[in-house]
């Protein structure tokens, strides 16, 4: 009787932490100490956050696929579209040809997208950017903490694709969690962002 007593405390217990944190809790410490925990597939869940709800700007500084530095400060003023990927990710291959599109439609009206890579080496980067034909830069992720460090407090790296609209203050103003199932929707989220007021 008392293991069944003992054992119900402890899985009331689990229930209960489990309720009180979220995914990106123990990212931080996750980087800090080099654990790769594998990857998370995300849901397809679109989220847009009110101007007034925004927390800080994304500041990040990384090393793009031809071996430049790229830092948030090269965006400043701009709307920004982060999208997280990786060669091997089917999801992230399946959204590529969407995300160049809207790249292509939204750049003259001044939205700036970035890749961040968050598993690959430059050459397996580049012939995946040469096969779908992608045109704006990624920065690489793997073996740099304090890229990862930078995105924790709004996304897991593992949950690839996931894609984040900064707005021109660097701030996140949407997130889509999963793959792109529609140009329109990004394209919407990006357009919403440009036509705020500054």
Known sequence: MRRALAAAAALALAVTLS???SENDDLRET???GRNQGFISGDGRV???PAESRGDAVEFTGTAVDGSTISSADYAGDVVVLNFWYAQCGPCRAEAPLLQSVHEETEAAGAEFLGV????GPEQAASFDETY???YPSILARGDVDLKLAFADWTSLQAAPTTLVLDREGRVAA???GQLQSASILQ???KDTLAEEQ
């Not at 890579?117 to 690959?120: A, G, R, T």
Request: charged share 20%.
């Open 188 to 190: 919407t989220l990006v």
């Open 117 to 120: 890579n968050i598993y690959d």
């Open 31 to 33: 980087y800090e100490e």
């Open 19 to 21: 309720a009180c944190t």
């Open 175 to 177: 997130s889509l969690f």
């Open 47 to 49: 989220t847009e956050i």
């Open 133 to 135: 034909g992608i045109t």
